[in-house]
T-cell receptor
Framework: AQSVTQLGSHVSVSEGALVLLRCNYS??????LFWYVQYPNQGLQLLLK??????LVKGINGFEAEFKKSETSFHLTKPSAHMSDAAEYFC????????????FGRGTSLIVHP | EAQVTQNPRYLITVTGKKLTVTCSQN?????MSWYRQDPGLGLRQIYYSMNVEVTDKGDVPEGYKVSRKEKRNFPLILESPSPNQTSLYFC?????????????FGPGTRLTVT
């Protein structure tokens, strides 16, 4: 069984401030982890993914995430928020075999204030 | 251009009137899936398909049907829509083989059932 918990349905930051979106997972097999972003009126697109190579993963638009096995976490960060980062962010986990089908978190809405 | 297309993008219908939402991908992906997105509930999987003629229920399959007669197409059928099926629907596809492949999402279909 696998699951994803995203802490905070809404996160509000000022432009230029650090962005931190939290994701914790549970998986009975070594996980693959993903962050997707959904801009208003659009579908989801991949931001970055962890597939057991480097634990620090860099994605598009300056985002990165660190896989911490001991904490079962995969938090998303960006040093300096931009207005264009305002969107919905989803964390997802999948594994191998029976856990192949991905499971999504409930999403976190990032609000960026000028 | 690699993409997942959905039609229609917006649909308003009445209770009980059968409808089909089409989904097509041009990436030769084996795996396709349908999700619905509702405020506060994130993405919930309706049905998925591992390949042609192979479909399986997701988390919320009640009231929906799917078919996979061709690799590229995965239509979602609502035979008797009800107001609780008012939602934003996404189709997605990915490669199979491992859990490390990301999903590609369509632009979404906003359905309103009155």
């Amino acid at each position: 069984a696998q699951s994803v918990t995203q802490l905070g349905s809404h996160v509000s930051v000022s432009e230029g401030a650090l962005v931190l979106l939290r994701c914790n997972y549970s998986s009975s097999v070594p996980p693959y982890l993903f962050w997707y972003v959904q801009y208003p009126n659009q579908g989801l697109q991949l931001l970055l993914k962890y597939t057991s190579a480097a634990t620090l993963v860099k994605g598009i638009n300056g985002f990165e995430a660190e896989f911490k096995k001991s904490e079962t976490s995969f938090h998303l960060t960006k040093p300096s928020a931009h207005m264009s980062d305002a969107a919905e962010y989803f964390c997802a986990v999948s594994g191998s075999g029976g856990s192949y089908i991905p499971t999504f978190g409930r999403g976190t809405s990032l609000i960026v204030h000028p | 251009e690699a993409q997942v297309t959905q039609n229609p993008r917006y649909l308003i219908t009445v209770t009980g009137k059968k409808l089909t939402v089409t989904c097509s991908q041009n990436m030769n992906h084996e795996y396709m899936s349908w999700y619905r997105q509702d405020p506060g509930l994130g993405l919930r999987q309706i049905y998925y398909s591992m390949n042609v003629e192979v479909t399986d229920k997701g988390d919320v399959p009640e009231g929906y049907k799917v078919s996979r007669k061709e690799k590229r197409n995965f239509p979602l059928i609502l035979e008797s829509p009800s107001p609780n099926q008012t939602s934003l629907y996404f189709c997605a596809s990915r490669n199979t083989g491992t859990g490390g492949y990301e999903q590609y999402f369509g632009p979404g279909t906003r359905l309103t059932v009155t």
